[in-house]
Every structure is written in structure tokens, then in C-alpha cells.
């Protein structure tokens, strides 16, 4: 999608961290914005900052786990502006735990939020940018998570391949239904950004109520996530790496270096068939 001006853009999970830098961009490409998300009042401060620059901005409160909520935030977006022209479905969370002894209760929402969320984003918005007729795109927030594996982090790495297949499914079926010309996608694959992702999954097991059995992988994984967050690129950094990549029609979008050799050692084991690298001793007959 070569013109953004006047377009519109709904985004999900916008009151913060990358959500927020994507619809910032979005407003100085001269998009109208419509921004959802499960906090409220981050909500509405973001919007007010976003209206005191200059943008139009729509909001509702939505928790991506609920399709009626995609589903109102799509109606608002066509009520306010006509039309959904840039899709980012960006809510999520982050989850760690390990396989054996990581809690179901973080299984389960991040599977609910991070996989699920995109799902219902993308059934509520996608028939109607079809059917509108001018161009479209469509950017699903995956992470390099979605196509490394990582040890701890079980809940978030799966969901989030989960997220990657889930929009190059939808490529596919865009092409065969003869819609791909006018409704790109992307699915963006971002390694370490600077946001509170980390604070709010702190913030969550300290809040939800679940009391968890001892994890080491699980504990020393997000003390690792939450350095290199800090760590991270900024925002508007990876803000502006999806936006290039909706300008150009690419579908892919990474934002690091160690990306690409990070991919390739999982291919290569892949395609290498070969016996595991550090196989148990053999019991003695
Ligand atoms: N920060 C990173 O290093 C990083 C790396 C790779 C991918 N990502 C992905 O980027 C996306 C945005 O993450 P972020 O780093 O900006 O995190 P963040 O925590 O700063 O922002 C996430 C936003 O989503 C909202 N949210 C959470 N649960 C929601 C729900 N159920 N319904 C609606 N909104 C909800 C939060 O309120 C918040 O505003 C996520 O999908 C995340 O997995 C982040």
C-alpha cells in the first residue's frame, strides 16, 4: 500500500510500546487512527497525545481474547472512517515457563492473547477490507520467537509460530481467492524492543491470583528477557521497519542483524536430518 494520507488504521494493544509507536507513525504518515486496547486509561492518554499532535483518533476499549470486541472495534472503524486500509494486530503479551513444569494458566493465555487475539482480529477485519475495494494491508505482530525456538519460553515461542503460520496461511488464501494484489501482507518478526513487556508480566503474576509451581527455566529466562528489553531497539525504530516493509509489499519484516543467522541454524538443523548433536549415552547391555 503505496498511500497511507487518509487511510485508516486500526491497530490493537496501541495505548503502549510498539502499538503506540505504530500508530504514532501512522498519524504522521497522515492515517486515521483506530486504537484499541484492555487498558483504559493508558488508552485514552495515549489518544489524547496522539489528538494534541494533530491525528484523528477513534478508540475502544477491546481485550483482543474476545472476538465481539474485534468485532466492535472493526464496526467503530467503519463508522468513523469508512474503511480499515492498514490492519496491526499487535496486542500481546509475553510468557515464559518450561515445558515440564511451566504453569497451564501461562500456556493458556498466551495462547489466548497472543494466538488467538490475532486470529479474531483478523476474521472480525479482513472480510471487509476485501470487500472495500481500495488497497489494503494487513500486519500480524509475531516476534523472532516465532521462528527460533527458545528453551523457557515455551508459552510465548509457540503462540507466536503459531502467529507466523497463521498469516502465511492467510497469504496463501488471500492469493487463491485472487485478492493478494490489493490486500498485502506481513507478519513482523521483531527481536528486542525497548517497552514494559516485561513490567507487565511481572505485573501479572504478582496480580492474577495463580499460585505457581517453583520454574528455574521459567525464572531465569525472564530475568534474561527483561535485560535485554531494556536493552532493546526503540519503538519508533520498529515502527518505522513496518512501515517500510508495508510500502514495499514485503511480507517479512525483521529488525535485527542476529535475525537472519539465528534462522538459519534452525533450518540447517532441520534440513540436516541428522542424529541429535548431544544424543544420551546408550545404557550399557
Ligand atoms: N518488546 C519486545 O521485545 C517484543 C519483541 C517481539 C515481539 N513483541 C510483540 O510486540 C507486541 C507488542 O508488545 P510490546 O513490547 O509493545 O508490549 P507492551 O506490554 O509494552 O504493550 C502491549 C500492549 O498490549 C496491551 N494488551 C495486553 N493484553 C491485551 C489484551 N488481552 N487485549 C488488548 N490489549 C492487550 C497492553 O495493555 C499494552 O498496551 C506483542 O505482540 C509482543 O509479543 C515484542
Given at each position: 500500500m503505496q498511500t497511507l494520507a487518509g487511510r485508516t488504521a486500526l491497530i490493537t494493544g496501541?495505548?503502549?510500546g510498539i502499538g503506540l509507536a505504530l500508530a504514532r507513525k501512522a498519524a504522521a504518515e497522515g492515517m486515521r487512527l483506530v486504537l484499541g486496547d484492555i487498558d483504559g486509561p493508558a488508552l485514552d492518554a495515549a489518544a489524547e497525545a496522539l489528538r494534541?499532535?494533530?491525528?484523528?483518533?477513534?478508540?475502544?476499549?477491546a481485550d483482543v481474547r474476545d472476538p465481539a470486541a474485534h468485532a466492535a472495534l472493526d464496526t467503530a472503524a467503519r463508522e468513523a472512517f469508512g474503511a480499515v486500509h492498514l490492519l496491526v494486530e499487535n496486542a500481546g503479551i509475553g510468557s515464559?515457563?518450561?515445558?515440564?513444569g511451566?504453569?497451564?494458566?501461562?500456556?493458556?493465555a498466551s495462547l489466548d492473547i497472543n494466538l488467538y487475539g490475532v486470529l479474531h482480529g483478523l476474521r472480525a477485519s479482513v472480510p471487509g477490507m476485501i470487500a472495500h475495494g481500495e488497497p489494503a494491508h494487513v500486519v500480524t505482530v509475531a516476534s523472532l520467537a516465532g521462528v527460533t525456538v527458545n528453551a523457557g519460553m515455551g508459552p510465548y515461542t509457540v503462540a507466536k509460530h503459531g502467529v507466523v503460520t497463521l498469516t502465511e496461511t492467510l497469504r496463501d488464501e488471500l492469493k487463491l481467492g485472487g485478492h493478494a494484489e490489493r490486500v498485502g501482507t506481513s507478519v513482523f518478526c521483531p527481536a528486542w524492543?525497548?517497552?514494559n513487556i516485561a513490567g507487565a508480566v511481572k505485573a501479572r503474576l504478582k496480580g492474577d491470583g495463580v499460585e505457581?509451581?517453583?520454574?528455574?527455566m521459567r525464572d531465569a529466562v525472564s530475568k534474561f528477557v527483561q535485560s535485554a528489553v531494556s536493552e532493546g531497539m526503540s519503538p519508533a525504530a520498529a515502527a518505522d521497519a513496518v512501515f517500510d516493509a508495508v510500502r514495499a509489499r514485503r511480507f517479512w519484516i525483521f529488525t535485527h542483524a542476529e535475525s537472519g543467522p539465528a534462522i538459519r541454524r534452525r533450518m540447517a538443523?532441520?534440513?540436516a536430518d541428522a542424529p541429535d548433536p548431544q544424543p544420551e549415552p546408550e545404557p550399557a547391555d
Open positions: 496501541a495505548a503502549g494534541e499532535e494533530g491525528a484523528e483518533v477513534v478508540t475502544r476499549v515464559a515457563g518450561s515445558v515440564l511451566g504453569d497451564l494458566a501461562d500456556w493458556k524492543i525497548k517497552t505457581r509451581a517453583p520454574d528455574p538443523r532441520m534440513l
